[in-house]
């Protein structure tokens, strides 16, 4: 999801020795990327008074505002500070539209699977049993409701650790880093999402609605 990370440091040492071009095309090379991010965390009711490339707009705008800044003092991953910028400002956007009623790590991402099919169907066959079968599997459609209802039993840390290794394809070391826990953590929540996404999916239809 996220650009090739040696092209990137190349923009970013090019735009640390004053290469505005660089420093422009480091910032639009990441727009789709993180218009997706910013898609898969908005709820059903903000999307209808705010497009997605609105807050990525504001995001790069921010951005650049403080990007030398970011180049002479920060070692985090360039994409994982642009996270925490879109963050923030999914943040501002939830609370002005929903009265700061819940936190914005509470609006997680059943749009994401809805807006990713291939991406949802990819890791629902990831996380079942390959003896599935067809009776139990029933059509994609049936496979892509249960995944979601499997998704949302989820903890919010859990479905964002799903989130962002599968849709962002973020590794390991980064999705730790963009929590601010240890590599090994990230891992054992990881798993742990990954045998609750696979035992939901296992059940029979009936039995995963009643859980």
């Known amino acids: 999801m996220w650009p090739d990370s040696s092209e990137t440091q190349e923009l970013l040492a090019a735009a640390r020795n004053g290469d505005e071009a660089a420093r422009n095309q480091l ?18 009711a903000l999307t209808r008074r705010v497009d997605a490339s609105d807050i990525v707009q504001d995001v790069l705008v921010e951005a650049n505002r403080r990007l030398t800044d970011y180049l002479q003092s920060t070692d985090m ?8 910028l ?11 539209h929903h009265a700061a009623r819940r936190n ?16 949802a ?50 590794s390991n070391k980064d999705v730790a880093e963009a929590l601010q826990i240890s590599e090994s953590a990230a891992g054992m929540r990881y798993l742990r999402a990954m045998r609750r996404l ?12 009643e859980s």
């Open 121 to 170: 169907f990819d890791l629902a066959a990831l996380v079942r049993d390959r003896e599935l079968t067809p009776a139990a599997a029933a059509t994609h459609h049936e496979l892509e409701m249960r995944f979601q209802a499997a998704i949302e039993t989820l903890e919010d840390n859990d479905r964002e650790v799903v989130l962002m290794r599968h849709f962002e394809q973020l």
């Open 198 to 209: 696979r035992a939901m999916l296992q059940e029979p239809p009936s039995q995963a609605s």
């Open 86 to 96: 879109a963050r923030d400002r999914m943040i501002d956007a939830h609370r002005r």
């Open 27 to 44: 910032l639009e090379r990441h727009r789709e990327a993180l218009r997706r991010m910013v898609g898969m965390r908005m709820d059903r």
């Open 104 to 119: 914005v790590e509470r609006e997680q991402p059943l749009e994401a699977a809805r807006r990713s099919d291939q991406s």
């Open 77 to 84: 991953p360039f994409s994982l500070w642009l996270r925490h």
